[in-house]
């Protein structure tokens, strides 16, 4: 079951936690069950059906580039996270 | 899944400082940089800008412009297609192309002093100049907001009356506020109640310019069968490529950026302000190609600064010195538009302690100041500066020791950052042990002359360093010798340290690989040299092409010597199987009848460069009657994962403490009252010189990355972030004052000394 911590804009959707536990094979799927548990968080991740431009997912330690299509691992931390570029 | 690697230990090349492949080029003059660009039936162009902060355009009349002899084409926002307001993926960054556009050219309104309002091309560069300067332009001038403080109150001006905040998740309009996001973890309010002592401050920081030598310039053809071909300084081709097609409305495919040399970006040349216009007066002009170059006014005046604002920072401790709660406001001037860095520097501002309880919270706020881009390890200097001010203030109220306390706090494997995330194999307990082993913090400080004081600081800071999409292509010719296209721009060395990796793995001298940066017809796509991403991503692009390239020829030599690929060995530029051996120089001379050409490529997009730490110590004087500091011994220590280069790792690290040490204490946009920038040029603005410093030691930890086969993190951005809080805290070593407001100048070292 991944363990996905939750932003803080989108905690007021789960009741105020911090963290959730989902079973989801993909990034994709974790975020359709996310919105099936605490509707309204979709519209916060995903825009035509990609993550939102300025956001980034952090699965493990670090951020995906395969976007909604990234496998899960068993008690995989995920992380919604402001995009960045460096200098 | 993220691939990892068992760290490679026995080097043959890498390790090594070999001469860069394009230094002679540079060192004679022959390197083509984007202001040598000449091309058949060249005119010029130039543009009007604005000398108002904050202004509405009430009318542009470019007839007389028009009707000089020698002008082709004027251009005003009218001109540019209408763009699409949403924030798209562009390559490596997000882009709002409408904004961008604006940003390009005003559109109705004016957000800054030196916005550029309208441009003409003409046959030379003095009539384009002629003409720009006859354009006339009404203004109805507006309330000019200068911090932050007044854009976030109540009734402030709204600079960008399309924006809707996003704040916490809500949607709030008529605000100068773009963003406010938090992260928050533990109880914060009991970690900080079960503190011994807590201490909370607040900074002010201003905007301070990248000040690379090179301005920007483009030339740009837009030709007759609808193609865009651009000569442009750049860190990143491909996104003046993806800039420059959205904002004139055409396919990327139509556009092709040739590469040139750069004169330093530092984050600066990420974004594009110049090739969309040269294009747009190309096809005004019939095709002529058009080149546009900055005065460094308009380098100051009118591209990305490094956001100003203010910070405020409040750290609980316990009496035996471990960290309790961490508390701050991250409030980032973005400028004229959205999109500051503040997020970078929520990541960054406590990643360098393990902390119970934790919350921050970001603000990205305009005021009529240039939109600010990215510089050096976007944000981290900013957050660096706060944390380390209050860390330094706890230790000498607590009593304790400096280094020790951050090793008692250190992030280490599983800590978590601000946002959360945790923290792989991170070398800062390293990098902590070699500062405290040092001999410059086993060296006395030493007697100051008469007049003067001498104080010692040290600072730690963090920057996640980045990945993204990289691409290689590598040739092999009959001579043994091997051609290499990349597609990373070249701005401290990357070509040499990229090449180095190919040559690690096929064996072979790195003066055997000849690297070039080709088109972006001629390579796939690669992202900005930004982010201390190059030398790894680029650099994984390298090795694996070069595995290909060892795989093809397993291939071929099977054929030749009729055995089966399985039973061919490779080490050290040797091919080996049942008692024959042949090197890899020596089979390119007999690939022939194998099939022609061996050729390879690669295109690579990890995650992260790895966790890049820093630990610096500063010995400072200060003159006391006049203020005047002098930097007298300055060391830096860091994880450099795995130095490919030394001596280019090691020139990273110093220029990015000397742009430090220039922050600290010079750097500053100074604004007149209207939003003027008033040192506006290299004379008054201040940067330091090597006269003003002494030679910046370094001490490079490996710690290497387990995400990289030769353990290489990113180097070029951390070293810029420890100086701030490291000089300052020499200063108030020196003079017993603390300081909260950069940069701290002279006169602000006497009004804190004498109360002048």
């Known amino acids: 079951m991944a363990q996905v911590f939750l932003p803080y804009a989108l905690r007021k959707y789960a009741g105020g936690v911090e963290q959730v536990g989902m079973l989801a094979d993909t990034l994709g799927e974790l975020i359709d069950k996310l919105e099936a548990a605490y509707p309204g968080m979709k519209r916060h991740l995903v825009v035509d059906g990609a993550l939102k431009p300025g956001l980034a997912a952090v699965v493990g330690h670090t951020a995906t580039r395969r976007g909604l299509l990234q496998k899960l691992e068993d008690d995989v931390e995920v992380h919604f996270i402001t995009a960045i570029s460096g200098g | ?756």
């Open chain 2, 1 to 756: 899944m993220v691939a990892t690697y068992d760290t490679k230990t026995d080097y043959k090349v890498v390790g090594n400082s070999p001469i860069r492949h394009d230094g002679l080029d540079k060192v004679t003059g022959r390197a083509v940089y984007g202001g040598d660009v000449k091309v058949p039936g060249l005119i010029w162009g130039d543009v009007i800008r604005s000398p108002h902060a904050h202004a509405r355009i009430k009318s542009i009349d470019t007839s007389a412009a028009e009707s000089m002899d020698g002008v082709f084409a004027v251009l005003t926002h009218a001109d540019f297609p209408v763009a699409d307001e949403r924030e798209i993926s562009a390559g490596e960054d997000v882009v709002n192309l409408k904004r961008d556009q604006a940003n390009v050219m005003a559109d109705d309104k004016v957000h800054y002093t030196g916005h550029v309002v309208a441009a003409v091309a003409a046959i030379d560069r003095n009539t384009a100049q002629e003409a720009a300067n006859k354009i006339k332009v009404e203004y109805d001038v507006l309330t000019n907001v200068s911090d932050v403080d007044t854009a976030m109150a109540e009734d402030a001006p709204i600079i960008l009356e399309s924006l809707v905040g996003d704040h916490l998740g809500e949607d709030v309009p008529n605000t100068n506020i773009a963003k406010v996001f938090r992260h928050e973890f533990g109880d914060l309010e009991q970690a900080f109640d079960r503190s011994d002592l807590v201490i909370e401050r607040t900074f002010s920081l201003s905007m301070i310019h990248q000040g690379y030598i090179e301005p920007h310039n483009a030339t740009a053809v837009w030709a007759e069968d609808g193609n865009i071909t651009v000569w442009s300084s750049t860190q990143g081709s491909f996104g003046v490529r993806a800039q420059t097609a959205g904002m004139v409305g055409v396919p990327e495919s139509r556009v092709k950026v040739n590469y040139v040399e750069i004169g330093g970006g530092f984050g600066g040349k990420t974004k594009v302000y110049l090739a969309p216009i040269a294009a747009l007066l190309s096809r005004k002009s019939g095709g002529r190609p058009v080149k546009l170059v900055m005065e460094r006014t308009a380098v100051f005046e009118a591209t990305g600064p490094a956001p100003g604002g203010k910070i405020r920072m409040k750290i609980g401790v316990t009496k035996e010195g471990k960290v309790t709660a961490a508390d701050t406001d991250l409030i980032f001037e973005s400028g004229g538009y959205p999109g500051s860095a503040v997020g970078a520097a929520a990541i960054c501002v406590f990643a360098c302690y393990n902390w119970p309880a934790s919350r921050i919270t970001g603000y990205d706020v305009l005021v009529n100041k240039p939109k600010s881009a990215a510089y050096r390890a976007p944000g981290s200097p900013q957050a660096s500066f706060a944390i380390e001010s209050v860390v330094d203030e706890i230790c000498e109220e607590m009593g304790f020791d400096r280094i020790q306390f951050r090793l008692d706090n250190a992030a280490r494997e599983g800590t978590r950052r601000g946002d959360g995330v945790q923290f792989p194999r991170v070398g800062l307990e390293e990098c902590l042990i070699a500062t405290r082993d040092s001999d410059h913090w086993n060296s006395p400080l030493g007697d100051a002359p008469a007049g003067k004081a001498r104080g010692r600081g040290i600072a730690t800071a963090y920057w996640m360093n980045g990945g993204g999409k990289s691409t290689c292509d590598l040739m092999l010719q009959d001579d043994g010798t091997v051609m290499m296209n990349e597609g990373s721009a070249d701005i401290g060395g990357t070509r040499a340290s990229i090449a180095m990796q190919a040559a690690e793995v096929l064996g072979i001298p790195a003066e055997d690989v000849h690297p070039s940066i080709p088109d972006t017809d001629s390579i796939g796509f690669t992202g900005v040299t930004g982010g201390s991403r190059t030398t790894y991503a680029t650099g994984l692009a390298a090795y694996n092409a070069a595995h290909k390239l060892v795989d093809e020829l397993k291939d071929r030599l099977a054929n030749l010597w009729e055995t089966e690929v399985d039973k061919i060995d490779f080490a050290d530029g040797m091919f080996s199987s049942d008692g024959q051996t042949i090197g890899i120089q020596e089979l390119a001379g007999r690939l022939d009848p194998t099939g022609g050409p061996v050729t390879s490529t690669a295109s690579v997009n990890p995650s992260s460069a790895g966790a890049a730490y820093g630990v610096h110590i500063c010995d400072l004087e200060v003159d006391l009657a006049t203020g005047k500091t002098d930097v007298i011994r300055y060391t830096a220590v860091q994880d450099v994962g795995k130095a490919v280069h030394p001596q280019y790792a090691e020139g990273q690290i110093q220029g990015g403490a000397v742009q430090g040490i220039g922050w600290a204490l010079n750097e500053e946009y100074f604004l007149t009252d209207d939003g003027a920038m008033a040192n506006k040029s290299f004379l008054d603005y201040r940067m330091p010189t090597s006269l003003d410093m002494p030679m910046i030691d370094t001490i490079m930890v490996e710690v290497p990355n387990p995400l990289h086969p030769y353990g290489v993190r990113g180097v070029g951005e951390v070293p810029i972030c420890p100086p701030l809080s490291a000089v300052v805290q020499a200063i108030h070593g020196a003079t017993g004052k603390r300081y909260y407001d950069l940069p701290v100048k002279p006169g602000r070292i006497l009004e804190a000394t004498n109360g002048n």
